[in-house]
């Protein structure tokens, strides 16, 4: 199987620079973990992805989705009321003022980014400024925004996508297929029109029991769209017994009550057949698309079924993400972990990012973290970051 790395080389082909800055953002990670994680612990002068949960808003609700959901945490009136605290676009642009010169990447999610009002603005300063843009979206608005989005050289999209027609807008609403789709051929025409290669697109799919019998249809379906990457996550998920011990773990070491993990206790991993999953991948994997296909994490096929059904198991640990990655709310708070905002370390608004990244509740994280039995903590079994970055276990 395919690793983030993968995408790389096809990236250097067309624009070496911009596959530099990759390139140096995986070094700078690398050198998080293996030289500020275990010499000194406390601070690291790696910050090499910044994340941003711009808006609590999102025109879909994806059923497998933590915060808008069957088990969503931030929805309906409370997402209404969260709406009101997010931060105007100068926050960002003063934050990329400090932070440009390190070329950091930056990963622009939600809720859905486009129902940020300062997103373009955002976008073109942050790109004038040395960061690498990259946003996951769920594609509905690419259409509507392809012009600007080619014109000002966008470098990266992640575009939401579960599985064909017809099982997609079972799970993400109905019409939301075809949407992505009309962007995808927009963005597509526009790159030509205007003579360019930037954005590189890729989809991001998340396996549930709803999806994974159709993933080769689905691969299939999206070959002749130009893509740069398909992303399979295999999903992040729970249960009650690992939100207490995680509550409890960061109740007593951390004085933090958490309550992020219960939009992550969905159910939808249930009944997933792992031999079945496994041999579906094979083919996917033997699909001729002309780019990567990556299975997040990687993983051996015979450990499929217990990645599914035996949720404390943990197939990564040693997690090095507070190393070198920090995250924005929509409200300004930063944090480390993107899915995890309950531990916050600072506020935009009135802290510097990388004061906030090395000041004394972020050491207090990062001890924490290390001096866990496997270096991760109770709720970080599977946590999508994790899965991406952290330490591959024994016979996984």
Known sequence: MNTN?????????RNPGLAYKLGRSFVR???????????????????????????????????????????????????????????PVEYYKRMVDEI????????IWGGEPFLYPGLMEFARYSIKNGPVWSVNTNGTF???????????????L?????????????????????????????????????????????????????NYQYLDKLVEAVKGYKLAWHIINLGTYTNDE???????????????????LHGFNTGFNEGIDGDEFARILTRVHSIKTGYPIIT????????????????????????????????IDYNGDIYFCSDYPDYILGNLKEDRLLDAFNNERAARFRRNLKNTPDGIMPGCVRCYQNMLFGHRRPGF
């Open 142 to 156: 690419l259409k509507k925004y392809a012009e600007e989005i080619v014109r000002d050289q966008w470098h990266a």
């Open 296 to 327: 997040v994490p990687v993983i051996r096929p015979s450990k499929i079924g217990t990645y599914y059904a035996q949720l404390d198991e943990p197939v990564r640990d040693h997690c090095t993400v507070p190393w070198y990655q920090a995250n």
């Open 100 to 107: 440009g010169h390190l070329r950091p990447t930056f990963y």
């Open 5 to 13: 790395f993968s995408v790389v080389p096809k990236v250097l082909t």
């Open 158 to 210: 992640f575009v939401s996508l579960d599985s064909f027609e017809e099982v997609n807008d079972k799970i993400r609403g109905k019409g939301s297929y075809r949407k992505v789709v009309e962007g995808f051929e927009e963005i597509n025409r526009q790159k030509e029109l205007q003579g360019s290669h930037l954005p590189y697109m890729g989809i991001v799919t998340t396996v549930s029991n709803m």
């Open 242 to 260: 690992i939100i207490e011990r995680h509550r409890g773990f960061m109740v007593r070491t951390l004085d933090t009550e958490p309550d992020c």
């Open 29 to 87: 990670q690398s050198l998080a973990g293996l030289v500020d994680r275990r010499f000194r612990v406390d601070k690291s002068s790696h910050l090499s992805l910044v994340t941003f949960r711009i808006t609590p808003l999102c025109n879909l609700n994806c059923l497998m989705c933590n915060q808008r959901g069957t088990a969503g945490v931030l929805k309906g009136q409370y997402a209404a009321q969260e709406a009101k605290t997010v931060i």
